[in-house]
């Protein structure tokens, strides 16, 4: 499953996430809200098509706990 992501900062914080928790990642309306990111932009930050914002970055980082410069 790794293999058809891109290795981009997200994306292994999302491969850690998974691991971490034993389940897979699937992000429904509540989290896109939480975020405030919307589906689209959110997977192309994920596969590298757009940058993420320092703004973007400190909620995902606190979304998924994990240090800012993990997701630089």
Do not use: C
């Not at 790794?2 to 994306?11: F, G, H, K, N, Y």
């Amino acid at each position: 499953m790794e293999t058809l992501i891109s290795q981009t900062p997200l994306s292994q914080v999302i491969i850690n996430f998974e691991n971490k928790n034993l389940t897979k990642f699937t992000p429904d309306k509540r989290f896109y809200t939480h975020i405030g990111i919307n589906r689209i932009r959110f997977w192309q930050i994920v596969r590298g098509q757009k940058p993420l914002l320092a703004t973007e970055a400190r909620t995902l980082s606190e979304y998924f706990k994990v240090p800012l410069t993990d997701l630089i």
